[in-house]
Structures are given as structure tokens and as C-alpha cells.
């Protein structure tokens, strides 16, 4: 009897799905070799199919690997602060100590004009202990709304600010040169509340708790409810899959299709390595529609 859970992708992989509705443990492929088409073709499957994807025992590979790796989904962002690895944002968290924003289910970058289309993160030091983190689906998350509530937002955008999230938000961001650079290079815009991703056609709700700072049209009482209540879908856990960190695995996905949270319970000090894929402005599901 066949498995449900698990099928074959190109390039030889294989795809064991994680939850029904979100997440797939891709095996049969080594980073440390120069990556095929056809494997680059099996991944790129997968990721449009469950959202997110997950590799494991690649605790051998380093910088040029992951980069690679990271090619196969679009260009690279060069968003870290390493001259040598100018790809690598470099993250580390301290045993038992909450995380500020990354501890919210959020999108990453909506102040960005083109938000990043798709994450590679790489476990180099995880926690022996704890720090998982939690993936949900955007587009689950849209097919379960009322029909009354999908026609409500259609047309909605929201306000977003990078200097106003570093402001009025969550602390640790500090405020040295580069955060006012990256203000600089980003201000404040609007973005959908439903997007449609722009390989698959498949509509997906692009917003939580952590980025708007208002809905155009609505005023300061109404807007929020509504924020609070959308952003509610992605806590439910038939939308979600979480992953528990071993040493060289490597987590990839969507960010247009997939919201994350890092669970604060890391019982040891960890270190990451994440690589960022370019993405493209969004397309709201009214433009798409017209």
C-alpha cells in the first residue's frame, strides 16, 4: 500500500509531507554536489506545493553551498552586513531569552516594495533544546475565510512602515547606521491584504499582527479588529507544521505563502545562518482578478 505522506519529485527526491496542509521533508540530495536541473526542478516543486520545505544532514556544506542552494529559487539578496558573505544575515539567539519580533507570527520585509519571495535558513548551532519554529499557511489561512469575508478584503490594503515598527514595535532593533539606512531605502507604503503568489496563481492572506499601522479607508477603530481577526487564522493549528532543529538541517520557504514564529524556549545559545531570495512587488487578488 502506497504512502500518502511521501512521493517521488524530479532530480530523484523524494517528498514526505509533513501536515496536510503545509510542509514536506525533501530527501535524496547532497548539497555538497553541484545541484542538477532536474533536482532544482524538484525543489522548486516542492516549495510551491507545501509552502515550505525541510533538509536534512547538511552539516557538511558552508557559505557557497547555501548560496547555491539559494539560487535555485531566484537571486540571491545581498542583505547581510559580512563583506565577504554579503548574502549572509547572521542570526543568533541567547538561551532563554525572547526573541522580539521573530517570536510573532509574521511575514519577513512587507515595508520592502518587493518583499523577499523565499528564505533559506540553515541550522549551524541550534539549541539542544528547544527553539523550534512554527510554520503556517497564507494560502490555507485564505481558503478558510467566510465568502463574506473574502469579498470584505478583497480590495484592501494596509499601511506599513519599517521606521514605525522599529519606533513603536517590539525592542532590539537599537538604532546604529544601518537600521537608518535601511529606513532610508524603504519608506512607508501599502500592501495587500490578499496577494496572489505569482507562480502558482494560488491566493493567499499577506498580513499579521507585527507589520500594518492602518488599512486605507478605515479609520483608527475599525482597522484593527479586522488586522486582529485575519491574523487569528494563522494560529490555528491545522495550518501549521513545526520543525525541532538538528545541527545541518535547512529550512526553505515562501514568504509570500508561508508566515513563521520562533518558539522562545531555547534552552542553549544557537547560531544561524539565513540567505534571502529577491521577490517582486505584490499583485493584490483584485488586480490579478482584472
Known amino acids: 500500500m502506497s504512502n500518502p505522506r511521501q512521493y517521488r519529485l524530479p532530480g530523484g527526491l523524494i517528498a514526505l509531507r509533513t501536515q496536510p496542509a503545509i510542509g514536506a521533508v525533501v530527501s535524496g540530495i547532497d548539497l555538497a554536489q553541484k545541484i542538477e536541473a532536474r533536482q532544482s526542478e ?83 548551532e541550534p539549541s539542544t533544546f528547544g527553539g523550534d519554529t ?17 469579498e470584505q478584503i478583497a480590495g484592501l490594503r494596509y499601511s506599513t512602515s519599517l521606521e514605525a515598527l522599529i519606533t513603536e514595535g517590539p525592542g532590539g532593533f ?39 499601522r492602518g488599512i486605507v479607508g478605515m479609520d483608527d477603530a475599525e482597522w484593527p479588529p479586522l488586522i486582529e481577526r485575519l491574523a487569528r487564522e494563522f494560529t490555528r493549528p491545522e495550518y501549521q507544521t513545526r520543525w525541532n532543529w538538528s545541527k545541518g538541517d535547512i529550512a ?5 505563502l508561508v508566515q513563521h514564529c520562533g518558539v522562545p524556549d531555547h534552552q542553549t545559545d544557537r547560531y544561524m545562518e539565513r540567505i534571502t531570495v529577491r521577490g517582486q512587488p505584490l499583485q493584490s487578488i483584485v488586480e490579478w482578478q482584472a
Not at 136 to 145: C, D, T
Not at 183 to 203: C, D
Not at 252 to 256: E, G, T
Request: proline share 10%; aromatic share 10%.
Open 252 to 256: 526553505i520557504w515562501d514568504n509570500r
Open 134 to 150: 512554527c510554520f503556517s499557511s497564507a494560502a490555507a489561512a485564505y481558503a478558510g475565510l467566510p465568502s463574506e469575508l473574502k
Open 42 to 124: 524538484g525543489l522548486r516543486q516542492a516549495l510551491f506545493a507545501h509552502g515550505v520545505i525541510f533538509l536534512r544532514g547538511q552539516d557538511h556544506i558552508g557559505y557557497p553551498e547555501h548560496r547555491a542552494l539559494a539560487e535555485v529559487f531566484g537571486e540571491p539578496h545581498a542583505d547581510g552586513h559580512e563583506p565577504e558573505r554579503p548574502e549572509i544575515m547572521a542570526i543568533r539567539s541567547k538561551a532563554h531569552n525572547p526573541e522580539g519580533i521573530a517570536s510573532v507570527w509574521h511575514f519577513d520585509d512587507p515595508y520592502m516594495i518587493a518583499p523577499p519571495a523565499v528564505s533559506v535558513l540553515r541550522a549551524i
Open 174 to 212: 537599537g538604532a546604529d547606521d544601518t537600521w537608518r539606512e535601511l529606513i532610508a531605502r524603504n519608506p512607508p507604503l501599502t500592501q495587500p491584504l490578499v496577494i496572489v503568489h505569482p507562480v502558482t496563481g494560488v491566493p493567499a492572506l499577506y498580513t499579521d499582527v507585527l507589520w500594518p
